[in-house]
């Protein structure tokens, strides 16, 4: 299931983001347990960019509130997600991240890939915000238990956080990071290296537009009635831009379907 979505995803992004430069992307074979650690600037979109693109699965660690609802939950589960709750979300709701963390060692343990967003918030920026400690806990978590993942940085750049035809840039650098983490300075050492490499892996990259050519007027009448749905139901949050990739994602099949039996039956009619 996972792998035919990659297939789908990828030919997506081919359209709603026509430019992606990978830096660094032989990271990406990286063999062993990875703890993957990423900016996160544009929402849910950040996860399917980098899932898609990434040959090995993944697990994420995702926003505790959107599991609440049960079908939702179930969904992201199946995609490897796995909940973090803020305290912004309730504390009574803190002490199941205990058993997330549990997965995400396990994880490792299997020589899996775990990704976590270190700045706990998305905002659409790419001036990084401080780190919380989730990164260096589960790191904490798999040295204690004689698992030391390799350490690996993302850092992913958009050319607008609205428009359709971005360009993004995404880049890879793994840390070098052998000593086990054990206490509180330990911690802060860990995500103060992070955040130096990551910073500068960070590029915002040049708008590429979409080109206007006859794709670009087949799917026009498509496009403009989704992004006015997708903006009314967000009100230019930060998920704007994820609700509009996942609408055309899911309707673009459904329209082209639609138009290629109105032309069929069209012709049909006149012989």
């Known amino acids: 299931m996972i792998f035919l979505l990659k297939i789908f995803v990828r030919l997506a992004l081919r359209l709603f983001c026509p430019s992606i430069v990978v830096k660094n992307a032989e990271l990406m074979k990286t063999k062993g347990p990875v703890l993957l650690v990423v900016n996160h600037p544009d929402s849910f979109l950040d996860a399917v960019i980098i899932g898609a693109l990434y040959p090995r699965n993944i697990n994420y660690l995702a926003r505790g509130d959107v599991f609440r609802n049960p079908v939702f939950g179930f969904l992201l589960r199946q995609l490897n997600m796995l909940p973090v709750f803020r305290q912004r979300e309730g504390k009574e709701h803190l002490h199941l991240n205990a058993n997330t963390f549990r997965q995400a060692v396990e994880c490792l343990r299997n020589d899996g890939i775990v990704l976590i967003f270190i700045e706990g918030i998305c905002l659409n920026t790419h001036e990084l915000q401080p780190f919380k400690k989730g990164a260096s806990r589960i790191l904490e978590s798999a040295h204690a238990e004689g698992i030391f993942p390799t350490v690996q940085i993302a850092g992913i750049g958009y ?37 130096e490499k990551m910073e500068r892996l960070i590029e ?63 012709k049909l009619i006149l012989g």
Do not use: M
């Open 204 to 266: 915002v990259p040049k708008h590429v537009g979409f080109p206007r050519g006859l794709l670009y007027y087949f799917a026009l009448p498509l496009y403009i009635p989704v992004r006015a749905f997708a903006y009314a139901k967000t009100k230019g949050s930060v998920f704007y831009d994820s609700v509009l990739f996942a609408l055309l994602l899911f309707t673009f099949p459904v329209y082209v379907a639609l138009v290629v039996t109105i032309v069929l039956k069209v």
């Open 159 to 195: 050319s607008s956080f609205t428009a359709f035809g971005k360009g993004i840039h995404l880049a890879f650098e793994n840390l070098s990071w052998p000593t086990p983490i054990v206490e509180a300075t330990d911690r802060v050492k860990f995500n103060a290296a992070v955040f």
